[in-house]
């Protein structure tokens, strides 16, 4: 069964960092692309970062470019996001999603349950 | 940056009712390159259409997606009680990739 396991949010500060981390299973992990999306609390979704099967392309949402840095280590199917210079309006479920192909061109088929983050001092 | 605007912003039918979701692009979308999803309450979402008019695994065949360039449209057949949700539309080939802000499909 294909799985995504979400983890690292929690309550951070303005200003500060957090890392987050998508676990892999059930699937060749790096013959895919994987994202980020996030939804603030009772909003729509927003996409966030998009990565390609071996990591070497990255896009990235105007709104987190130079702040959020996408990343993926193949050998442990993990999918990361790191989060400096965090603001209220980051304050959202991240989700993580798999990509249907090995580009980031491609539809999100199979996602995971997120992360919450909450920026507050 | 390619702009969706779904519409109605909430649709409200009854079970076996034909449902219509439109979602409109500010530029062209090639067609390949755009889906649609479904959200229920505190659920993650979850890929129903791909390359606007192809079923993504395991979604019935009452989900259909049509249109091309800026005009692109999600029907459901006939209502089941477990299509009550939210739906969003997306473009995934032209970064940054933007969905639209949801129609909310709700019980008459």
């Known amino acids: 069964e294909v799985q995504l396991l979400e983890s690292g949010g929690g309550l951070v500060q303005p200003g500060g960092s957090l890392r987050l981390s998508c676990a892999a299973s059930?699937?060749?992990?790096?013959?895919?692309?994987m994202t980020w999306v996030r939804q603030a609390p009772g909003k729509g979704l927003e996409w966030v970062s998009t990565t390609s099967g071996s990591g070497s392309s990255t896009v990235y949402a105007d709104s987190v470019k130079g702040r959020f840095t996408i990343s993926r280590d193949n050998s442990k199917k993990t999918l990361f996001l790191q989060m400096n210079s965090l603001r209220a309006e980051d304050t959202a479920l991240y989700y993580c999603?798999?990509?249907?192909?090995?580009?980031?061109?491609?539809?999100?088929?199979?996602w995971g349950q997120g992360t919450l983050v909450t920026v507050s001092s | 940056e390619i702009v969706l605007t779904q519409s109605p912003g909430t649709l409200s039918l009854s079970p076996a009712e034909r449902a219509t979701l439109s979602c409109r692009a500010s530029q062209s979308v090639n067609s390949r390159y755009f889906a649609w999803y479904q959200q229920k309450a505190g659920q993650a979402p979850r890929l129903l259409i791909y390359g606007a008019s192809t079923r993504a695994t395991g979604i019935p065949d009452r989900f259909s997606g049509s249109g091309s360039g800026t005009d692109f449209t999600l029907t459901i057949s006939r209502l089941e009680p477990e299509d009550f949700a939210v739906y969003y539309c997306?473009?995934?080939?032209?970064?940054?990739?933007?969905f639209g802000q949801g129609t909310k499909l709700e019980i008459k």
């Open positions: 999603a798999k990509l249907s192909g090995y580009y980031t061109e491609e539809a999100f088929d199979i």
């Open positions: 997306q473009q995934y080939g032209s970064s940054p990739y933007t």
């Open positions: 059930g699937f060749t992990f790096n013959i895919y692309g």
